[in-house]
């Protein structure tokens, strides 16, 4: 089972990002399924993401303080039992940092994951003002994911594009910067190398 | 003869809403905007979504095209910093009064703390 787990502040695109990859899975006729954890009470995303006809848990201790804990536990135990995927794909609370994940990931007790790779999910258009005022956890958020997506560059200016991805690539040397839009996704060939051959290979 | 209000447009109507809501959290202070979202159910099983991350690009909705439709029921999440939910509720409550001068309607509204399911039922 490889998990994928996206992190970023609200509103960064972790959902469309998601749904996205969730069509690319569906074509391919990939077994996954999807894990949600939002903040506040209201599951919003849960009815969004169920658009995708793949099967969606959603964490319920969805409150700004409790983020991802046990319940992320039970619920992959959960979802492996009952559709075995080959790919899970969660969706983190847009205030969860990668660390709180990966510690919680740590006390699965099932089968090891074939892998783990947290995407770090950014808006440029707001980026520099969220840094700006909270930085503790956009940097959190960025320095220690596998993978940096910038979304919206549809909506972003040049500038704002090229100043946010020159701040992420100071905050995190090592991952791969894409950059997404409506009309220009992600490959899950790029995302997951190995793990996902590019089609027709 | 139905004489119930018609909602002419529900999502320019709930992206109003959005806005509005969004506005009124800026005024009152808030430090950050983070995401105002809401799913939309209609009575005939139709459903769309509109989302706001900034009051300046406004509220974008995808789903099920405006036709008109007498109720709405919405699942409506405010994610800002800065304001309690008490005042995230007045924004609410005030804005609905305020469209409701636009275009009459009845509402109701249901915290999470009584139901997980559904939110603003209006
Ligand atoms: N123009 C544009 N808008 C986007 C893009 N990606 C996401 N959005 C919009 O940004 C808003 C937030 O997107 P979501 O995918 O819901 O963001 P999220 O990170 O899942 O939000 P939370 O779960 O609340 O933290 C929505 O209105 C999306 O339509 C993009 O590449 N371009
Ligand atoms: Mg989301």
């Known amino acids: ?201 | 003869m139905d004489r119930r209000p018609r909602f002419a447009d529900p999502r320019r109507l709930v992206a109003d809403f959005l806005e509005a809501v969004a506005r009124c959290c800026d005024e009152k202070g808030a430090s950050v905007i983070g995401h105002l979202k809401c799913y939309a159910h209609l009575p005939e099983g139709d459903h769309f979504r509109c989302s706001l991350t900034s009051t300046r690009a406004g509220a974008r909705c995808e789903g099920a095209a405006g036709r008109q439709t007498h109720a709405l029921e919405l699942d409506l999440a405010v994610l800002v910093y800065g304001l309690t939910s008490r005042e995230v509720g007045a924004c609410v409550t005030g804005v609905l009064e305020n469209l409701r001068s636009r275009e009459p309607f009845d509402f109701s509204l249901q915290s999470p703390s009584t139901s997980h399911d559904h939110g603003d039922d209006h």
């Open chain 1, 1 to 201: 089972m490889i998990l994928l787990v996206f992190v970023g502040f609200l509103g960064s695109g972790k959902t469309t990002l998601i749904l996205d990859l969730a069509r690319q899975l569906a074509a391919d006729g990939r077994r996954s399924c999807i894990i949600v954890n939002e903040v506040g009470e209201i599951g919003i995303d849960q009815q969004v993401l169920a658009e995708s006809g793949m099967p969606v848990r959603e964490l319920v201790a969805g409150c700004i303080c409790c983020q991802i804990t046990v319940d992320l536990i039970t619920t992959l135990q959960e979802v492996a039992a009952a559709f075995a995927p080959d790919i899970v794909l969660v969706e983190a609370s847009g205030v969860a940092a990668p660390p709180a994940i990966l510690e919680a990931l740590s006390y699965y007790p099932g089968e090891r994951f074939a892998a783990v790779h947290t995407v770090a999910v950014v808006d440029p258009t707001r980026f520099e003002a969220l840094h700006e005022v909270l930085q503790p956890l956009i940097e959190s958020q960025i320095a220690a994911a596998d993978r940096i997506v910038i979304t919206k560059i549809d909506e972003a200016g040049v500038a704002q594009v090229a100043e946010t991805e020159r701040t992420v690539r100071r905050l995190n040397t090592g991952a791969p910067v894409d950059q997404v839009s409506p009309g220009h996704s992600l490959e899950l060939s790029a995302l997951l190398p190995g793990a996902y051959p590019k089609r027709g290979r």
